[in-house]
């Protein structure tokens, strides 16, 4: 129960949770009241625009939502975002972690402009990437492929999904970087020499010994940034505003169409409460394959 | 999303009947989008499922498009001669006719407001007077050019001398306006104001879905009935969720 230490104090116990409530309890409060209001909302009818109609809706909203045709297109193209873009920042951010480790003469620099991505705003960079890099007409990509003599390719138009995931994962490679980076400052440069000198090539070296070491790095950049993929929405709105179609609709687009235009507080709702359970699934998911890693 | 409707009103076509169905997977709407998409993929610029009107006046201005369709607010911008490359050989005309020439051509206007919750509402009473007045227009003509000034805004711009020779396109435009009417948009009547939008709140979801499927017929990811199939259903719960018409 009281566990004493040697210096005679005790850890653990009533005092400990005494001082520890008004934090908790806080922190509690925050992420309960919100859930609570949303799953409350969910289930009510309510609509900013119809201000008579309230009263209890039951599943209607729910039903409303799952039985959207887009539904599973938008559940589909939501994983599949968040998919790719995880795997080209943790590969890339990993590989430039390694690279901004090694030292250069203009590293300085390099790591500064490496950086920077992560700071434009969302929306500046996907329009700085629609009309002046992905443009056919206007876009620095087109010139390129002129000049090569290849037709210039209409990215929205041909590869909507693919461009999405190049812009975010543009935007979001440095913050792989950073941590990453950050990670590999802590590798014992000695065991690399000891290994080296035991004759281990470069590629041995990152695979036995750097890899391992980054484990726990990428398992936090991995939940961290599935968090925040989960509900990217700026890209798409001002890029192709979901479509050609139901291309580029992820769930957070689905929702703002069928909810937040119209003013649907009770459908919006319902539209998060679907949005966390789907985020709490792949979490489950990439939760059980990180804990793995995290018991070394 | 404007210039389909405009084209769809042209062919005959409406949004809705007067029981508030949608009508999208009309035969008016069939032939004008089948219209639009074939125009566009055969003679339009690549990009065009994703370019507004900023990329296509970028593109107009700098003569990369010969023919462009779209608001006449963008008349200063390309009479301007420090804007545009194209300022001394341009022409215009009303927007083509189908068969009707109701509803082709379109009404917009943009308003200012003051939030009810507002601390200094006099302040920006009088902020909006003076950004609204003559004197504003006669301070833009003087500082950036006369075709700048905003247009459509006040009767005394157009009967400002100095206005009306710099801008050839000044009658056209009063013309314009005084002849689109939001009231009487359609070959057939319809329940609705509006020419290039339907006035009900829940059109802003509505006309997004639509443009989404039109987009997919546009780069060929759907035909045109498809895309007009889909956009009919989606309107249709959309219209039935906000109970204009029964399930």
């Given at each position: 129960m009281n566990r004493t230490r040697t210096s005679g104090r005790t850890?653990?116990?009533?005092?400990?949770?005494?001082?520890q409530a008004p934090a908790v309890t806080l922190l509690l409060l925050w992420m309960i009241v919100p859930l609570g209001?949303?799953?409350?909302?969910?289930?009510q009818r309510y609509n900013l625009l119809m201000p008579e109609m309230t009263g209890f809706a039951g599943l209607e909203n729910y039903e409303y939502l799952l039985t959207d045709p887009a539904l599973w297109s938008?559940?589909?193209?939501?994983?599949?975002?968040?998919?790719?873009?995880?795997?080209?920042?943790?590969?890339?951010?990993?590989?430039?972690?390694?690279?901004?480790?090694?030292?250069?003469?203009?590293?300085?620099?390099?790591?500064?402009?490496a950086i920077s991505p992560f700071f434009v705003m969302p929306t500046?960079?996907?329009?700085?990437?629609?009309?002046?890099?992905?443009h056919p007409s206007n876009g620095v990509l087109a010139w390129l492929a002129q000049s090569l003599g290849l037709p210039a390719l209409d990215w929205f138009s041909s590869l909507p999904l693919t461009s999405i995931i190049i812009i975010v994962s543009w935007q979001w490679l440095?913050?792989?970087?950073l941590i990453l980076l950050t990670a590999m400052q802590s590798l014992d440069e000695d065991q690399v020499e000891a290994a080296r000198m035991d004759g281990a090539g470069p590629l041995a070296i990152f695979f036995f010994i750097t890899l391992p070491h980054l484990k726990r790095a990428i398992s936090v950049v991995i939940m961290i940034e599935m968090i925040f993929l989960l509900t990217i929405f700026a890209e798409i709105f001002v890029t192709t505003s979901g479509g050609p179609g139901l291309a580029t609709t992820n769930l957070a687009y689905l929702i703002y169409i069928q909810a937040l235009l119209d003013f649907d507080v009770g459908m919006a709702s319902a539209g998060g409460v679907i949005a966390i359970i789907l985020a709490n699934i792949v979490a489950i998911f990439l939760v059980r394959m990180v804990a793995k890693n995290l018991e070394d | 999303m404007a210039f389909v409707s405009t084209l769809v009103n042209t062919f005959g076509g409406r949004w809705f009947d007067e029981q508030w169905n949608?009508?999208?997977?009309?035969?008016?709407?069939?032939?004008?989008?089948?219209?639009?998409?074939?125009?566009?993929?055969?003679?339009?610029?690549?990009?065009?499922?994703?370019n507004g009107f900023n990329e296509n006046l970028a593109l107009f201005s700098r003569g990369n498009c010969a023919m462009w369709v779209d608001a006449t607010s963008a008349a200063g911008k390309l009479y301007d001669e420090s804007e545009s490359d194209v300022a001394g050989t341009l022409g215009f005309a009303p927007a083509p006719i189908a068969e009707t020439p109701k509803?082709?051509?379109?009404?917009?206007?943009?308003?200012?407001?003051?939030?009810?919750?507002?601390?200094?509402?006099?302040?920006a009473q009088e902020f909006i007077t003076w950004a609204t007045s003559e004197e504003y227009i006669e301070l833009v003509g003087e500082t950036n050019g006369w075709t700048s000034v905003p247009p459509g805004t006040r009767e005394s711009t157009y009967a400002n001398e100095q206005y009306t020779s710099a801008a050839p396109f000044a009658g056209f435009v009063l013309n314009a306006i005084k002849e689109a009417d939001p009231t009487d948009s359609s070959l057939e009547p319809n329940p609705y104001v509006g020419v290039q939008f339907v006035g009900i709140p829940e059109f802003q979801s509505i006309g997004t879905q639509v443009g989404q499927t039109i987009a997919a017929a546009l780069t060929g990811d759907t035909s045109v009935e498809q895309a007009l199939d889909s956009a009919q259903r989606a309107t249709e719960r959309t219209m039935q969720r906000a109970g204009y018409i029964e399930r």
């Open positions: 850890v653990g116990g009533l005092r400990t949770l005494s001082l209001m949303t799953i409350w909302f969910s289930f938008a559940m589909g193209t939501t994983l599949l975002l968040v998919g790719w873009v995880l795997v080209i920042t943790v590969v890339g951010g990993t590989l430039l972690a390694v690279l901004f480790q090694q030292d250069f003469a203009v590293r300085g620099i390099a790591r500064v402009l500046v960079s996907a329009l700085v990437w629609k009309n002046m890099m992905m440095p913050f792989a970087l | 949608p009508e999208l997977n009309s035969e008016a709407w069939n032939n004008a989008i089948s219209f639009y998409v074939d125009l566009l993929s055969n003679y339009g610029p690549p990009g065009a499922s994703s509803g082709s051509h379109w009404l917009w206007s943009w308003a200012l407001a003051i939030p009810a919750s507002s601390e200094h509402k006099e302040a």
